[in-house]
């Protein structure tokens, strides 16, 4: 039987949610990887999916259960999730870019694993990895839509304060570069965010110099703040 209709907020509407971290093979075991444990896109996804939306979720590498009613992309590296992600945005409303992305992979990929070298005259070499970058996703969906400004994207960002300015200056820089509608800023440092459940975030928008601070906060009540300021712009 099919479904009855969708209500809530987001009713009608088809949103794609990237969580998790991508991980960048150098050999058949080894991989580059981060820290992200994806809850925060899972939530993401859950809320939306609850609000009413059809949800696409592109989930790199996390160890999660599907939220109720969502489709689940699985994916592992940058450029596989670029191209889950595009696939999902041609006809999506929304597209919210919670995974920890690679900004390298490695240049080479070795298809027998790499082993430690025996040359007597050098015992301890140690090999170097050569990194390569990767596509800045976001700022390629930002560049692919057209003039309708459809779909409504948002990304996020972890920063640090450092002697470059504290974590609202390097977002709002982040959110000029990235030119995405939504920059949703949380504070890392020592024992902040990763694979925590409270989350403390700063919702930039485009073109305004007004933020929304949410938090600290479970990552089902940060994510109920995104997409409030997501359907202030639907
Ligand atoms: N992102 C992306 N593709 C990448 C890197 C990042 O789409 N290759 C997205 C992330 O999903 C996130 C946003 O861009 O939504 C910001 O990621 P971040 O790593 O903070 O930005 P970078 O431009 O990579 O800057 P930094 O030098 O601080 O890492
Ligand atoms: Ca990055």
């Not at 809850?39 to 996804?45: F, N, S």
């Not at 070795?110 to 090999?127: C, G, L, V």
């Not at 003039?147 to 304060?161: L, R």
């Not at 949380?186 to 305004?208: A, C, P």
Request: negative net charge.
């Amino acid at each position: 039987a099919a479904s009855p209709p969708a209500r809530g907020p987001l009713a009608g509407r088809r949103v794609v949610v990237s969580a998790g971290g991508t991980r960048e093979p150098l050999d058949p075991v080894r991989y580059l990887g981060n820290r992200s444990s994806g809850k925060q896109g899972y939530a993401l996804a859950a809320v939306a999916a609850r609000r009413g939306a059809e949800v696409t979720l592109v989930s790199a590498n996390a160890a999660l259960t599907a939220p109720a009613g969502v489709t689940v992309v699985p994916v592992t590296t940058a450029l596989e999730l670029e191209s889950a992600v595009q696939r999902a945005a041609e006809d999506a409303d929304v597209v919210v870019m919670a995974a920890a992305v690679a900004d390298f992979r490695p240049a080479h990929y070795a298809d027998a694993k790499i082993k430690k070298t025996h040359d007597p005259a050098d015992p301890d070499a140690a090999p170097t990895i050569e990194l390569v970058r990767n596509p800045d996703i976001l700022a390629g969906l930002v560049e692919a839509r057209g003039e309708d400004a459809s779909p409504v994207i948002v990304g996020f960002a972890a920063e640090t304060g450092d002697e470059h300015g504290d974590v609202l200056n390097h977002g709002r820089a982040k959110l000029a570069r990235k030119g995405c509608d939504l920059l949703v800023v949380n504070e890392v440092g020592v024992d902040k965010t990763f694979g925590h459940d409270d989350n403390t975030v700063h919702i930039l928008r485009q073109g305004s110099s007004h933020v929304v601070d949410a938090g600290p906060a479970s990552k089902e009540d940060v994510a109920a703040a995104v997409w409030d300021a997501v359907q202030q712009i639907l």
